[in-house]
């Protein structure tokens, strides 16, 4: 995905009035994504996103411990300037499920392996939905 596609995505999900918004937020959001996942599957990620946001994911920050999805909302909250945490929440899942998209569905569930419970949400993939299903299928 081009770099102006991928922005451009981001700022109709994340509804930002300008390009530079679209840019802050996905600069953020992809840092600290970056410093949950380890190995091979940030490296396929990055694969899958324009350069300038695939070097940002890999720089190389780690996190001491991963962050529950609610931490994580707060900590992007704490670096996109003017964010609250519910402006927060809007920006994570704006810039998440755009990421997702461009990294398609098998992958996008191994990053969602690597992270605690509820980034799934996050990342516009609810798997309640798909439990709720596949529980009644089996019954």
Not at 60 to 78: D, I, K
């Amino acid at each position: 995905m081009r770099e102006e596609a991928f922005l451009e995505q981001v700022r109709d999900r994340g509804e930002y009035a300008s390009r530079s918004e679209a840019e802050q937020a996905a600069r953020t959001v992809l840092a600290l994504l970056g410093a949950h996942l380890a190995g091979g599957i940030r490296a396929e990620l990055a694969a899958r996103l324009p350069e300038t946001f695939a070097l940002v994911l890999l720089d190389p920050l780690r996190a001491a411990e991963p962050l529950s999805a609610e931490r994580f909302v707060r900590a992007a909250a704490a670096w996109i300037e003017g964010a609250t945490e519910a402006t927060a929440t809007w920006d994570v899942s704006a810039v998440l499920s755009v990421a997702a998209d461009a990294a398609g569905e098998e992958l996008t569930e191994r990053v969602l392996l690597q992270l605690p419970p509820g980034y799934d949400l996050l990342f516009g993939r609810p798997r309640a939905a798909r439990g709720a299903g596949e529980e009644q299928r089996a019954a």
